[in-house]
């Protein structure tokens, strides 16, 4: 079990541009979450993942962004037109459907000139 | 809603020193409960969890947690910090608002170790 993983660590992007982060969970992981983390505050929650199933999307993600699980495997997470308030780490976790406890990956962190 | 609250946003203690961060909640039932610890630059790794049960938890690292319901809290300490703890500490708790188990953080305490 290698953990969770994302890819890219790090992107700099020009406003306007888009960008595509992708999430590997823990294999097995049903359940697959997408967070975003800005300076000096805690990760908020984007979007929730039930196998290829997107079951819930927080009222931060606006319709610039787009995630998509598409064999219930990994996940991507894109934004469109970037802006340079999308500046932030963008954290994947993954968890079992039996248990609460959310694995997270190292994050991505964008920023955006 | 639910919430947290982590009331210390920096925290500096001598290594060698005991540590106690604060953690409050706000949730009418017994809540899950958790400490997550960042690094510079990396993601979040699990200290430690509250489901039920034994109010005190143990976590790795050396770290423990106490479960009080009756302050809402859920603090976390250490008898014995190391340089290596320096790094910042959330606290967070499940959303039984939504259905889907997302967390909800607190803002998050920074750690400072001097030697």
């Known amino acids: 079990d290698t953990g969770v993983s994302q890819d890219p660590r790090h992107k700099i992007t020009k406003r306007g541009q888009n960008v595509t982060f992708r999430c590997d969970p823990i294999?097995?992981?049903?359940?697959l979450y997408w967070y975003r983390q800005t300076l000096g505050q805690g990760p908020e929650f984007l979007t929730y993942?039930?196998?290829?199933?997107?079951?819930?999307k927080s009222r931060l993600l606006s319709d610039r962004f787009s995630a998509e699980r598409p064999k219930g495997s990994f996940s991507t997470l894109e934004i469109q037109r970037t802006e340079q308030g999308d500046s932030a780490m963008y954290l994947c976790a993954s968890s079992t459907l039996s248990e609460e406890t959310q694995y997270f990956g190292p994050g991505t962190r964008l920023l955006v000139l | 809603a639910q919430s947290v609250t982590q009331p210390d946003i920096h925290i500096t203690v001598s290594e060698g020193a005991s540590l106690e961060l604060r953690c409050n909640y706000s949730y009418g039932a017994t809540p899950y409960l958790f400490w997550y610890v960042q690094s510079p630059g990396q993601g979040l790794q699990l200290l430690l969890k509250?489901?039920?049960?034994?109010?005190l938890v143990q976590g790795i690292k050396g770290f423990e947690a106490e479960f009080k319901r009756s302050q809402s809290s859920f603090n976390l300490r250490k008898p014995s910090v190391h340089w290596s703890d320096a790094a910042e500490y959330f606290c967070?708790?499940?959303?039984?608002?939504?259905?889907?188990?997302?967390?909800?953080f607190g803002k998050g305490t920074k750690l400072s170790v001097k030697p």
């Open positions: 967070a708790v499940v959303d039984y608002g939504g259905s889907q188990g997302n967390l909800i």
């Open positions: 509250y489901f039920s049960g034994d109010t």
């Open positions: 993942f039930q196998n290829e199933a997107q079951l819930e």
């Open positions: 294999s097995e992981h049903n359940r």
